[in-house]
C-alpha cells in the first residue's frame, strides 16, 4: 500500500494517466474529485481506450488516403 498516493482528476487525458501510471510505476489510479473517490483507472483501461483511438486514427487515415 502506498502512503503518498498518486490520484488522477476526471479531467485527466488518457495520455495524463498513463504518464502517471508509468512515473509512478502504478497499475491502478485512482480519480478523485474534492478529495472523494469517484473512479479508478487500471493500467489495462487506460492501453485498450489509447489502442481503440489509434485504430480510429488509423482508419480515418486510410479513408482519407484512399479517396
Known sequence: MSR??????????????????TNNRIRHLPVVV???????????????????RLAMENRFMKDYIQG
Do not use: F, T
Open 4 to 21: 503518498n498516493l498518486v490520484v488522477a482528476h476526471p479531467d485527466y487525458s488518457v495520455e495524463q494517466a498513463m504518464q502517471l501510471m
Open 34 to 52: 474534492d478529495g472523494r473517490l469517484v473512479g479508478i483507472i487500471s493500467i489495462g483501461d487506460a492501453v485498450k481506450a489509447q489502442l481503440e
